[in-house]
């Protein structure tokens, strides 16, 4: 009999209705987020995720441009390939004035332009008037914030609120206020420019006086506020008050320029002979650039927006992974912020234990009163392998070893949890089981409650050895193992060596399963195999734990027509029990696994095969809107002339889903570097059919800096060097 667990499950986020607007505009800088419809609006209709949201609190929930109390009419919008900047062309529909004459429409433009920087978003509305007579109009914006903490937003119910505070206007200022049960003071401050002709309620306007051919600009900043008494706000404003909106707009458009060609000029270029190809990428990297954090300790990949703009240590270290051959500075950023919140301390409130790598850090009001256990959550049994693997290859992509040198206690101290509370039983797998019932019933990287279960669909009781995870601990200990040996620590170095391999030809005695024709799912409480078809497997061979045998066998079941639907690799087979191409976890497509399974292909010889991978996946982003691969989405078989199914609540941008694209032309160009010897080397390399020629500019290794010109031919890859900086040499393994 099936067992069943309650639907709702704690962390699960509802949706009670479909998107306010499925070509939704998303702007991000650092803890701030801006998430608007195509009108650049911000309505709390449909979902109702819409919003500007800060450190985990929405400060915006409403916000709307009004020409004579209506809508305008919508032309386009986009935000810029730089993701620095949203654009939206509005136009007035017929309207008619009292006492000012009718308006046909058409005859104003409305430009609308916003941008994000530092805890703040500035818009910019300019109105032109293209007809032959004067106009009088009222510009109108209103505004409404309901201070919900992103848990709220995505279904959690609260017992108790704090108290939203009654707006507040005085001169060019609209406030909107909120003290939480926290007694933290959270506001949204408006400042315009010019001055409102009236103030309503959250409603400015603006009486517009046009001759023809004439133009009014308006300027409206929102900041949003925490924490700050009075008289630093007081202080702020002041500071503020010194330049007009119209120069702080043009100020933050500056700095968030040069913020994009700082990221910019450390990744290397990749340019393509196949314009959509290039479309993918451009919009990869700037998603990347956005969703990346200044953090004290360096740069980190914040993993998605809406529901996942914070640091998370899984899709961190995986998008570092993904990057780290264009762009090492997010691996070095990621790997520093991981060791400084490495868990010190066993707290079973925060499934935390000495040694342990962080799931995920909020700092919402609920965080902070301890509703949700997230302000520094460690319920996840993988971030920790997967931190040691991310220090091993940044030191072969690098050769930094001072860096490694102040991080490698953290090391030491993530391997010592993976052998004593990882595996707990001392069966020598590691398993996770949750310490407090607000903790994430599952802990892998599929962890919705439901995507861990046997054949017949019963859930999996805890604890859990997770297939992927047991490959994760191998590759960490092989490549912990290197730094140990550069490090001088040899016994170690050779002790880390004999325990992979020992847990490699455990592994695939207890984890084969023959009556599936692959990896099992996980080995349960009672070390039962979960008999469940997934792309799990496919992790075995990302990490290397998989027999070469086994390896070709799981690649080929893969690619059967029950696991891939023409886009991509679904999460499980169809023919399993709890196979449903709409759920979360499964029966969806995932870019970030479909990549990791196409690398480990290629690992073990299978190109072609992953090539099939990438075939899919340019497919996807084809149809995507902005060429934006999603953190997922529907796993129905792919239909002629049709695009896939997308997921109604998946994060888009996400980390992991826009270093994809990289981590697939690493995989088919066998790419790898050797500090050491200054080498950097291409194994096999292919290139897919729709990509005749790749220029890779700025490509660097041990003080040395090349320009490649890659050539496809039918069975290999032609490999010339454009320029040279430093020495270095090209390997190529044919």
Request: proline fraction near 4%; hydrophobic fraction near 40%.
């Amino acid at each position: 009999m099936v067992n069943k667990i309650q639907l709702n499950e704690q962390w699960y986020i509802l949706a009670t209705s479909s998107p306010a607007d499925e070509r939704r505009r998303v702007l991000k800088h650092n803890d701030t987020f801006g998430l608007f419809d195509r009108f650049g609006d911000i309505q709390p209709i449909g979902l109702g995720e819409e919003g500007i949201y800060h450190g985990d609190t929405r400060f915006l929930s409403h916000h709307e441009l009004l020409i004579e109390g209506v809508r305008p009419m919508f032309l386009n919008s986009s935000v810029k390939d730089d993701s620095s900047l949203l654009i939206v062309e509005l136009m007035n529909p017929d309207i008619n004035p009292d006492g000012k004459g009718p308006i046909s429409k058409g005859l104003l433009h409305i430009f609308r332009a916003k941008l994000l920087w530092n805890g703040a978003c500035y818009e910019h509305v300019r109105v032109v008037n293209f007809g032959m007579e004067p106009v009088k109009a009222t510009l109108g914006m209103e505004f409404g914030a309901d201070f919900a903490d992103i848990f709220q937003v995505r279904g959690y119910q609260r017992s108790s609120h704090g108290k939203l505070l009654e707006p507040q206007t005085e001169g060019n200022e609209l406030c909107l206020a909120y003290l939480g049960l926290d007694n933290i003071r959270r506001q949204t401050r408006v400042r315009f420019e010019p001055q409102p002709d009236k103030f309503s309620g959250n409603r400015a306007d603006f009486k517009l006086q046009l001759p023809p051919k004439g133009e009014v600009h308006v300027y409206a900043t929102i900041y949003c506020e925490q924490g700050e008494s009075e008289a630093q706000i007081q202080e702020q404003m002041q500071q503020n008050g010194k330049a007009s909106e119209a120069e702080a707009y043009l100020c933050a458009y500056n700095c968030a320029s040069d913020s994009v060609e700082v990221f910019r000029s450390s990744r290397c270029g990749v340019i393509t002979s196949n314009a959509l190809v290039n479309q993918w990428i451009d919009r990869s990297a700037s998603d990347l650039d956005m969703l990346t954090s200044s953090m004290p300790e360096g740069c980190y990949p914040y993993a998605g927006v809406p529901w996942y703009s914070t640091t998370f240590g899984r899709d961190g270290i995986l998008t570092a992974r993904q990057c780290l051959w264009a762009d090492p500075k997010l691996a070095k950023g990621v790997l520093a912020f991981l060791a400084h919140t490495q868990a010190d301390e066993t707290d079973p409130s925060r499934d935390a234990e000495p040694g342990k790598i962080l799931h995920e850090a909020r700092n919402g009001e609920l965080a902070a009163l301890d509703e949700v256990p997230f302000r520094r959550y460690y319920g996840t049994v993988d971030a920790t392998p997967l931190f040691v693997g991310l220090a091993g290859a940044y030191y072969e992509r690098t050769g930094d070893l001072e860096f490694i040198r102040s991080i490698w206690p953290n090391v030491l101290r993530a391997l010592e949890w993976i052998d004593r509370y990882g595996d707990a039983d001392g069966d020598g797998f590691v398993e996770y089981a949750r310490k407090t019932e607000k903790g994430l019933l599952q802990q892998g990287w599929k962890d919705s409650h439901d995507s861990i279960f046997h054949s017949d669909g019963s859930f999996a009781q805890a604890p859990i050895a997770l297939c992927e995870v047991q490959g994760y601990v191998y590759e960490g200990k092989l490549r912990a193992a290197k730094l140990a040996e550069v490090l001088g620590e040899k016994e170690l170095a050779l002790a880390l060596r004999e325990a992979a391999q020992r847990l490699k030809l455990r592994f695939n005695e207890a984890f084969w399963c023959e009556e599936i024709g692959m990896y099992a799912l996980a080995l349960d409480g009672d070390k039962q195999q979960c008999k469940v078809a997934s792309s799990n497997a496919g992790h075995a061979l990302w990490s290397g734990i998989a027999t070469p045998e086994y390896a070709a066998r799981v690649a080929s079941r893969l690619l059967d027509e029950d696991f891939f639907c023409g886009w991509g690799i679904r999460t499980i087979a169809s023919g399993e029990s709890r196979y449903n191409p709409m759920a979360y976890h499964n029966g969806s497509v995932w870019p970030h696994d479909n990549t990791l399974i196409a690398e480990g292909m290629a690992r073990y010889g299978m190109t072609d095969k992953a090539l099939e991978v990438f075939y899919g996946l340019f497919d996807t982003s084809l149809f995507v809107d902005q060429h934006r691969l999603p953190e997922l989405f529907c796993g129905f078989e792919k239909r002629q002339g049709e695009g896939p199914t997308l997921y109604p609540v998946a994060c888009s941008p996400q980390a992991w889903a826009a270093g994809s694209v990289y981590y697939l032309l690493q995989a088919c160009l066998g790419l790898s570097f050797d500090p050491d010897t200054a080498e950097i080397r291409f194994r096999h390399p292919r290139l897919p059919h729709f990509v005749e020629t790749v220029e890779i500019n700025g490509l660097w290794v041990k003080g040395a800096t090349l320009d490649l010109r890659l050539q496809r031919y039918p069975n290999n890859v032609g490999i010339n060097v454009v320029r040279k900086e430093g020495n270095a040499e090209v390997v190529v393994v044919a």
